[in-house]
């Protein structure tokens, strides 16, 4: 029974052994996103808030979570999807996302590897010896931080949850790149000179499960796609690894992020970059080097002359 | 192939792939102990070593190698033994310890809990709602304590190794027990005011299987016992985990332990006690609370009045 209105529960909590209804559980969702917001300072008044949507379960349930408090915390709001070019795939969410912001009223701005850099995801990886999650990773990256600054964005959300959170923090430890760790957390990219745009997680501490229930239950979805790419295995081992605990110990995944969340000030203390950040000499973006990783990529593939 | 000798290996080592023979592979465990030793500044010249042993593998092993090393370092060596009173199994690597300690001239120390606290832990946990470890940790820990002092040691020597050491990390991480971790480390208990033994872990970089192989090589243990109330399931589980990683992305443990020593003088700042330590009341062992936990204990059972 729903341990608030006493009807048909549709979901168990796996932290609390709490069961809730449809109803109770979407408030609860939005509730604790809000919270989660407040908790960390994620958005002031008066931000141009970019939300990064793949038109997936993840990105258009913080899209519509946010587009409901923009009212309340009185900030603006717009959607940027960065179209890879990966086939029978992106095209799919592509028609979500654009179905979800005009029946939202919600500015979209799609922007595409194919018009930015002449050829889609398909096409470059046949081109370059690279994993294709490294080339989309660093392209998509650059896209995101760009458009941002060209739309004028003060902070850019993303759609990762809990779960991502737990398994990055492992990922790193368990291969001794705790330097890496530093730049996880709710807000990042705090970084002075205005050059990098700062990532907001509203998601943090609503967990997988939670998520895709609170997106299924809204049908944010026409159908359940997978990126024919998405061949991290460690990543799926170290989540199956988690899910089992998680199953066993309710609370494993709270308190991995909770453990990381009491280091993490002084993580980012220890590891604060003491790198200048230079302007890419080809594009102009934010770089640690001459050429940003970006640049470099799109050098080897043969679209920049070196 | 062994690696060094070209003849017949009997163990490959897990984190580096490299197969080694039984004499060279005894020269490395030795040598890679030496430099944990080293490494840390666990040992100084004069100091008087302490090693809690139970009989049982790891502790024999430690046992082992500082008695080689002593004439080397410079430091004095004794054993110290801590008879429980668990039937069927002690009194097996009781045999075993003063064997060993006879065989290579070591002065051995066997304080009983039947001596000490009037009946052996058997008996004791028939007397009280608490688990069994929780009943023997805090007493051999307070006679590991007080003997240690009364010995005039300098530092105790407890057989802990990599395996147990990343264990303890994750489960205090899974746990949200952070501040705990802070007591970990390969040397331990640096409390000024001397109420406290320092501890030291010279097999702190050495794994499970290394250090089982090195005591069954040197045919320490006459058959192997394991404690009837060892239940901890929790360990248990993490330890499955972790194999099943390391085998599949061998080093994880070395990952695991290094990412925590790059945290730990983080940890053991921010976490460093304010309490003030006492005397207890009824014993004058060092306490955070009026009487010490092992005088709690006592008059549980009902040995000391309250």
Do not use: W
């Not at 018009?115 to 990886?125: A, C, H, M, N, R």
């Not at 737990?166 to 970084?191: C, D, Y």
């Not at 203390?269 to 080809?282: G, H, M, P, R």
């Amino acid at each position: 029974m729903c341990k608030i209105c006493k009807t048909k529960p549709i979901i168990q909590l796996t932290n609390t052994n709490i069961s809730l209804c449809k109803s109770c559980f979407l408030k609860y969702f939005e509730k604790k996103t809000f919270k989660t917001i407040k908790k960390y300072d994620l958005i002031e008044k008066n931000d141009k808030i970019l939300v990064a949507i793949s038109g997936g379960k993840d990105s258009l349930t913080v899209l519509n979570i946010l587009n409901k408090l923009r009212e309340r915390l009185l900030f603006k709001i717009e959607a940027l999807l960065i179209d890879e070019g990966i086939k029978n795939y992106r095209g799919i969410t592509i028609i979500d996302a654009k179905n979800f912001c005009k029946k939202n009223n919600i500015k979209l701005t799609i922007v595409s590897f194919k018009k930015e850099f002449k050829y889609p995801l398909d096409s470059l990886i046949k081109k370059i010896n690279l994993k294709p999650c490294t080339v989309c990773g660093v392209l998509r990256r650059y896209l995101l931080n760009k458009y941002s600054k060209k739309l004028k964005a003060t902070k850019l959300v993303t759609g990762h949850n809990l779960d991502d959170e737990a398994q990055s923090i492992l990922m790193n430890q368990f291969k001794h790149n705790i330097e890496i760790s530093a730049r996880l957390g709710p807000i990042t990219g705090v970084i002075s000179d205005k050059k990098f745009i700062k990532r907001i997680k509203p998601l943090y501490l609503l967990n997988e499960k939670e998520t895709a229930t609170y997106a299924y239950l809204n049908n944010f979805n026409s159908k359940y796609v997978e990126c024919p790419y998405t061949i991290d295995s460690y990543r799926n081992e170290v989540r199956d690894m988690l899910n089992n605990f998680e199953n066993k110990y309710p609370g494993t995944k709270h308190a991995i992020v909770n453990s990381f969340l009491d280091i993490l000030p002084l993580l980012k203390d220890k590891y604060k970059t003491n790198k200048k950040i230079i302007s890419c000499k080809k594009c102009k973006e934010p770089s640690s080097k001459e050429y940003c990783q970006a640049c470099e990529i799109l050098r080897m593939v043969g679209i920049h002359k070196s």
